[in-house]
């Protein structure tokens, strides 16, 4: 069982539409969870970050976790054809063994915001 | 501020032979993190180099990887001999801090393809 399930997509939808993107885990050490976009032939650039439970809003994103549901999810408002990409979710926890902390990214999901 | 570069964006070599990858941190960032997507997989973790130290080699897969980070500056990932599995995107990343496995900038990645 992979450590972060995130569906892979594809996900159409319609401008100004919102959007749900959703990873769950199965790893309750996890303490940071991040959202990172992914456009073709780039590098991912990190959107947003969050601390154990709760929700963050940065302009048409909101990013929430629900540690108890061992879920997290990411909100876009207001759709834009320029928000098609592939977004990645990655979680980080205090590895003991290896004295350090790791990314642990789902294999993200497509979206694509049509005209 | 230039971000980080990888050298080249895209490689074809055969079964056996040398590659070696190569990566410009940003200017001033003391980590840098190797990571490699392989086809239909998530991103994964190989390596963390505190200037010029290697600070968690956890993530690499065997010693046919060899990486270097010269003087604490750029970082290279030399793949030898290579193998048809080590197919990928092979991305690069830095931060000024090692902000708990926090995002770092992530470079557009250098696609390596074995055949």
């Known amino acids: 069982q992979k450590e972060v399930e995130q569906d892979p997509g594809p996900l159409s939808v319609p401008e100004g539409a919102i959007v749900s993107l959703n990873c769950t885990y199965s790893?309750?050490?996890?303490?940071?969870f991040m959202w990172y976009r992914q456009y073709s032939r780039k590098g991912p650039e990190l959107l947003m970050y969050?601390?154990?439970?709760g929700n963050k809003e940065d302009g048409r994103f909101t990013a929430q976790v629900d540690k108890s549901s061992k879920y997290i999810s990411l909100f876009i408002r207001d759709s834009q054809p320029s928000d098609s990409a592939t977004y990645l979710c990655?979680?980080?926890?205090?590895?003991?063994?290896?004295?350090?902390?790791?990314?642990?990214f789902g294999s993200g999901t497509r979206l694509l915001v049509r005209p | 501020e230039a971000g980080v570069t990888q050298f080249p964006s895209h490689s074809v070599i055969e079964k056996g032979q040398t590659v070696t990858l190569r990566c410009d941190p940003i200017?001033?960032?003391?980590?840098l993190y190797w990571y490699r997507r392989v086809m239909g997989k998530e991103i994964k973790f190989l390596l963390h180099?505190?200037?010029?130290?290697?600070?968690?080699e956890s993530g690499m897969p065997n010693n046919r990887f060899l990486a270097e980070r010269t003087g604490g500056t750029y970082s290279t990932l030399k793949v030898q001999p290579a193998e048809l599995e080590d197919s990928g995107v092979y991305f690069c990343?830095?931060?000024?801090?090692?902000?708990?496995?926090?995002?770092?900038?992530f470079g557009q990645g250098t696609r390596l393809t074995v055949v």
């Open positions: 990343a830095s931060s000024q801090e090692y902000v708990k496995g926090l995002g770092a900038f």
């Open positions: 790893n309750s050490a996890f303490q940071y």
């Open positions: 969050t601390y154990s439970s």
């Open positions: 990655a979680m980080s926890a205090y590895l003991r063994m290896d004295s350090s902390y790791k990314l642990i």
């Open positions: 200017s001033g960032h003391d980590n």
């Open positions: 180099f505190v200037k010029e130290s290697k600070q968690d």
